[in-house]
Structure formats: structure tokens, C-alpha cells
């Protein structure tokens, strides 16, 4: 225990430094090795990733169908009730349940005699913009001709901008479970109505919004929280998948986001059997190299990304430039003193 | 041409630049560092000469062209009883003056009366052998001179002092019948020798110098304004440079 508390509190103040390479374990165990350097390596294990969305179920459409076919209208909206559930489906991006959701909605409604509330929810339809699922054809005309005429009033209106915000700079934006649609800030013309917007960017959780678009001026703005390890994992995974570098810039964010690493450097193996190297600072890459010699790189990327400084050499340093002038004076004017009092010897010669 | 018995009190022959004391370091020590010392002394040496001279002419020769009260030429004295010549020593000696008075005569003697102005002991330099001229009836002063001037310069070119003081002395030159080995300091000798001044030939002295720093010849002298200037070259050659009766 003694030993403990001594040893955490000479490290106290010593800066770490986590060091990860996926896919090369040697070369992170090699890193671990540099030797002289005022600051802890360690080698943190990659925590595993976790999934990037849960599929929306589907079963409380069965349910609403069944009761539906059994004239068990009230059931049915009971089943279906909840707009979270369209909200919900657009997050995961499932259109098609979506918009399941939504039309059986509809004939439910329009079962149950609540005119009102169908015509609503096909609006709804229409302004998401969502296609119609082949489950139309199971229900009575009364229903697609009320998605048809809902769609045709929605067309006919003008378009609303909506914009979007995010402190996350380049955050993406997704309109009713499209992705890619723009980057913060955004303006997107959309159709009157409800509609789901959410905010993603690589180490945070995505956010989602349910938005009311009825008039210009629309504007909403989210805030986004450091993803948790296994999503930031997860995201970091996706990355790789889609032909990320292990180094670069996105890559290392990831990392450092999933291993809450503030300092992390990552190793990767490069061309021609050199090893090449990244050093992100609070997920921002500062230094980039690439040589033969793993603890020489390490050593390289901490001097250059500033987490320490090396000695400075002797030359370098003002105090030994005031020596050697000093020296220099000293030796001048002793040279000088000597000079001009240098010992005489004066021969005497009688010459009459 | 040094005088053969000149020692300092070292025990070295006078005039040789200093040395270390053999006891200042350990034996197994002091040969490198000395060695070292006197190759970087040696380097940052100035080499300098000066001679002595009497004049172009020997016009800094009266005074060994004196007479005595009686009107002897004190040159005479070295006629022996054959009618030969005996010869004597020049002595020269670099007297301290503890400053720098002026240099006339009774400048000097008034200096030294107050003040110790001794010739340097290791400093002595004794030329033997050195025969001047005896005086002829009827000799012109100037033939004397001459003459005078002609046996001092037998001995021309004699290395008086390797190594000058590092002060201010006057320079003196003594004539004497004297032999060298009489007039040199042994070792037990707290103090030169003096001169017998019946045996005095004649003297001659320099003003004060600083011989390390003097750009000329250094003139030897003498200031009188008769012949009978017999005082005179006992005050010249007194251990004291003092007042002579």
C-alpha cells in the first residue's frame, strides 16, 4: 500500500501518453521500449465496439394488422399510437417501417372514423415524403385515395427552410432518415409538416429532433455528447471499413474518443517496411512520421507534437554564450595584461 | 666576460634569468610544471641589450683622469717600482637608489644621504686584467683620453649583466688595482666587497635608469670641474655614494 501511494505519487505529475496499433500489436509493445523520455507509454486495450443503431421493430405493425383485419380498430390505433415509433423507425432509418407505420395508421383511423386524425397522418406521409408501402394494396381504396389527395396538398404548397445548428463543426445532417444531406449550419427546404432531423459526427452520439415546419424562420439546434467507447469504437470500425487510414486524422480522433486518451499516438506499419506514425493531442493529429526505428518515431512525434521538450543543447542555451564571451573578454584582457607586462631582459654590453 | 667568482645569493651565477627554487615542489612534480612555467616565461620574454658607453670622444672619462691632492695622477698608481704597469680590474656595479633623484653630483650624494643606495650584490660584474695608461710628462689631456678611451675599448663588447635590475640604479664603473677575486662577494659575504681607495684608477657613473626601459646607449660619466677630482672617485666608488673628505 506504502509502495502503491509512493509510486502514484511520483507519477503524479508525469504525463501519459497512450499508445495503440491496431492491427500490429508488436509495434505498440515495441513503442512501450523508448527509453529517456519524461513522460509514461502505455498500451490501453481497444475496448470493443458496440452497434451503431438497434433495429426499430416491426412487430406492433403486425399487431395494428391483425387487429385491423379483426375490425379491432381501437386495438389497432392502441398498437400504433405513439409517433416516437415513426420518429423512431426514421432514426434507424427505416423508411419502410416508417412509413408502414404511418399508413396503417391511417386505415386504422379511418376505420375507427377519426377523418380528422387520417388526414393527418397522411399529411404526415406526404411531408416525409416516404414511399408507399406495398401494404396499401391489403387496405380499402378509402385509404390510398386519402394518402393520394393528402399528397397531392402537400405538393401543392411551398416549400419551408429549416436550419439547422450543431457547435459540432461539420457535423452531418439527416432529414427524415436520409443521411448526407448537408453539414452544419444547414438550410433545407422541406415540406409543412412534422419532420425528424439528426445531428451525427464521428466521436459524439448522434442526436435526433422531432421539428414542426410550418412557417420560414424554422431553426433548431443540437448539441451533441462524446460518444461512449463502444459507439466511438463502433464508428471507428465503420471508418476502417470504408478504407480509413489507421493514422489518419479521423481515425486517431476515434481512437482517442474510445480509449478517453488525450494523448494517444498510433502506430501502423507504412511502405517498404517503415513504420509510420500519428500523435493526436485531445483528438487533433499533431505530428505525423515515418522512419525504421519505432522508439526513434515515438521519440520524434512526442518532440515534434510538443509533449515535451528536448534538452537543449549546450550551444543552444544563452548562459554558455555569456561564458564564452566572458571567457573571451577574460582571455583578451589577460592576453593584454600579460602582453603589456611581459617580463624584460635587458643584456648590458660595455661598449666605450 | 663576467667576473669569474660573480654568485647570487642563490648560490647561481649573477645575472642568469631567475629560476624555481629546487625545494618549491616535490621533485616528482616540479619538473613538468617547471618546465611548462619557463617554456611560457621564455616565450613571453622581451629580449633587450644596452651598452655602456663613455662618449664618441671618452668625454665621460674625467674621471679617471684625476689627480690626487699632491697632483699624482691617480693612473699612476698602477706604475709598479720597474717602471712597469700593473694590471687592474674594471668593476661595474648597479647601485640601488630606492627612486629616482636627480643626476647631478650633489643630487645624488644628497639622495643617498638620507637613503641606502647599495650596489646590487649579484649585480657586480669585475673585467680583470684591464691595463690602462700611466700618464707621461707633458701628455696632452686629450692623448690622455684617448688613451683611456683605447685600453677601455680592449675590453669592448664585454658582457657586463645578463640580466638588468628591474629598477632604477646608476650604473658604475671603477677602476682599481684591485683584483676581481678580491672585490667579489663570497658567499658567506652579507655585503660587496669595498674598494681599497688607494688603489682607485678612476670612475665614471650613469644618471639613474631603468635599464628594461632606457631606448639609448647609458652614458658613464663623470662631473668635475678640476683635475684634482681624487674626492670625487672616492665618492664615485663608495659603497654608500656618500660624502668622501
Keep these: ?181 448537408c453539414i452544419v449550419p444547414c438550410r433545407m427546404e422541406l415540406r409543412r409538416g412534422v419532420h425528424v432531423v439528426e445531428v451525427s459526427a464521428d466521436g459524439y452520439s448522434p442526436r435526433t429532433a422531432v421539428v414542426s415546419v410550418a412557417a420560414p424562420g424554422a431553426e433548431t439546434s443540437l448539441a451533441l455528447e462524446v460518444a461512449e467507447p463502444a459507439l466511438a469504437m463502433a464508428q471507428w470500425a465503420a471508418r476502417q471499413a470504408a478504407g480509413d487510414e489507421v493514422d489518419s486524422g479521423r481515425s486517431a480522433r476515434l481512437l482517442s474518443t474510445a480509449l478517453r486518451a488525450p494523448r494517444l499516438l498510433v502506430l501502423t506499419t507504412g511502405d517498404g517496411g517503415l513504420v509510420r506514425g500519428a500523435l493526436a493531442i485531445d ?70 | 666576460m663576467r667576473g669569474p667568482g660573480a654568485v647570487d645569493s642563490a648560490g647561481a651565477p649573477a645575472g642568469r634569468t631567475a629560476r624555481l627554487p629546487d625545494r618549491a615542489l616535490p621533485p616528482a612534480r616540479r619538473t613538468p610544471w617547471a618546465s611548462a612555467v619557463l617554456v611560457v616565461l621564455a616565450a613571453c620574454t622581451v629580449q633587450r641589450e644596452v651598452s655602456l658607453t663613455f662618449g664618441t670622444e671618452g668625454e665621460g672619462l674625467d674621471g679617471f683622469m684625476c689627480r690626487d691632492p699632491q697632483g699624482q695622477f691617480l693612473l699612476d698608481r698602477a706604475r709598479d717600482g720597474d717602471g712597469g704597469v700593473r694590471p687592474g680590474a674594471l668593476v661595474f656595479d648597479f647601485v640601488r637608489l630606492g627612486g629616482v633623484p636627480g643626476c647631478r653630483t650633489g643630487q645624488l650624494v644628497k639622495w643617498c644621504s638620507t637613503r641606502e643606495c647599495k650596489p646590487l650584490r649579484q649585480a657586480r660584474a669585475c673585467v680583470p686584467g684591464v691595463t690602462l695608461p700611466t700618464v707621461t710628462p707633458m701628455m696632452k689631456r686629450e692623448d690622455l683620453r684617448a688613451a683611456v678611451l683605447s685600453a677601455l675599448k680592449q675590453v669592448r663588447s664585454t658582457g657586463v649583466l645578463d640580466d638588468a635590475p628591474d629598477e632604477f640604479v646608476i650604473v658604475r664603473a671603477v677602476g682599481t688595482l684591485q683584483s676581481c677575486e ?58 654608500q655614494l656618500q660624502w668622501q673628505p
Excluded at chain 1, 3 to 24: E, F, I, N, Q, R
Design chain 1, 1 to 181: 500500500m506504502l509502495a502503491l501511494l509512493v509510486a502514484l505519487t511520483l507519477t503524479a505529475d508525469t504525463p501519459s501518453v497512450a499508445v495503440v496499433s491496431p492491427g500490429a500489436p508488436s509495434l505498440a509493445a515495441k513503442a512501450l521500449e523508448t527509453g529517456g523520455l519524461p513522460l509514461v507509454l502505455t498500451s490501453p486495450s481497444l475496448p470493443p465496439a458496440g452497434p451503431l443503431s438497434t433495429p426499430a421493430p416491426d412487430s406492433l405493425v403486425s399487431t395494428a394488422r391483425a387487429a385491423w383485419v379483426q375490425a379491432d380498430f381501437q386495438r389497432c390505433l392502441a398498437s400504433l399510437a405513439d409517433d416516437a415509433l415513426v420518429s423512431r423507425a426514421l432514426e434507424q432509418r427505416d423508411l419502410t417501417l416508417a412509413a408502414r407505420t404511418l399508413v396503417w395508421r391511417v386505415a386504422c383511423r379511418l376505420g375507427a372514423r377519426q377523418e380528422g386524425g387520417a388526414r393527418r397522418d397522411a399529411e404526415w406521409l406526404a411531408a416525409l415524403r416516404l414511399p408507399l408501402p406495398p401494404d396499401v394494396g391489403a387496405m380499402t381504396p378509402e385509404v390510398e385515395t386519402l394518402l393520394t389527395a393528402a399528397a397531392r396538398t402537400i405538393d401543392a404548397e411551398p416549400l419551408v427552410p429549416l436550419v439547422v445548428q450543431s457547435p459540432i463543426a461539420g457535423a452531418a445532417v439527416a432529414f427524415d432518415g436520409r443521411p448526407g444531406a
Design chain 2, 182 to 239: 678580491a672585490l667579489t662577494a663570497k658567499p658567506e659575504d652579507v655585503e660587496l666587497p669595498g674598494f681599497d681607495k688607494a688603489e682607485l684608477l678612476g670612475c665614471a657613473y650613469s644618471c639613474p635608469v631603468l635599464l628594461d626601459r632606457v631606448d639609448q646607449d647609458v652614458y658613464l660619466g663623470f662631473e668635475t670641474l678640476t683635475v684634482q677630482c681624487e674626492q670625487g672617485v672616492r665618492i664615485c666608488s663608495d659603497g
Design chain 1, 283 to 352: 483528438g487533433v493529429v499533431l505530428a505525423r512520421g515515418e522512419r525504421d526505428d519505432v522508439p526513434a518515431l515515438v521519440k520524434d512525434l512526442l518532440v515534434r507534437g510538443k509533449v515535451f521538450e528536448p534538452s537543449v543543447p549546450l550551444w543552444k542555451r544563452w548562459p554558455f554564450w555569456l561564458a564564452v564571451g566572458a571567457a573571451v573578454v577574460a582571455t583578451g584582457v589577460t592576453t593584454g595584461v600579460v602582453l603589456a607586462n611581459r617580463p624584460v631582459t635587458t643584456r648590458v654590453e660595455l661598449n666605450p
